[in-house]
Nanobody
Framework: EVQLVESGGGLVQAGGSLRLSCAASGFTFDDYAIGWFRQAPGKEREGVSCIRSSDGSTDYADSVKGRFTISTNKAKNMVYLQMNNLNPDDTAVYYC????????????WGQGTQVTVSS
């Protein structure tokens, strides 16, 4: 069973940084894609970033390019999202999600971690 546990959220001032962590288990850590998503109150969930084990490629939403960085530590089965130069529009619950490389969509989700950016 895939399990994902996010941590690292909190309250930060605009311009500050946070690093989110996703502790992953229950799947082969060499055949996956891990994505970070977020959902703000009253808004739809949106994809923030994704990393693939096949080639290490990454994707970012335009709104976070140049500010957020996704990375992994395979030895620790961890996925991180380094978030710099945060602004109030980044306020949301952030989720990590998993899919195998052959799957069409993300099927396993963590419980989420709240990020609040004050102006």
């Amino acid at each position: 069973e895939v399990q994902l546990v996010e941590s690292g959220g909190g309250l930060v001032q605009a311009g500050g940084s946070l690093r989110l962590s996703c502790a992953a288990s229950g799947f082969t850590f060499d055949d996956y894609a891990i994505g970070w998503f977020r959902q703000a109150p009253g808004k739809e969930r949106e994809g923030v970033s994704c990393i693939r084990s096949s080639d290490g490629s990454t994707d970012y939403a335009d709104s976070v390019k140049g500010r957020f960085t996704i990375s992994t530590n395979k030895a620790k089965n961890m996925v991180y999202l380094q978030m710099n130069n945060l602004n109030p529009d980044d306020t949301a619950v952030y989720y990590c999600a998993h899919k195998s490389s052959s799957a069409g969509s993300f099927g396993s989700w963590g419980q989420g971690t709240q990020v609040t950016v004050s102006s």
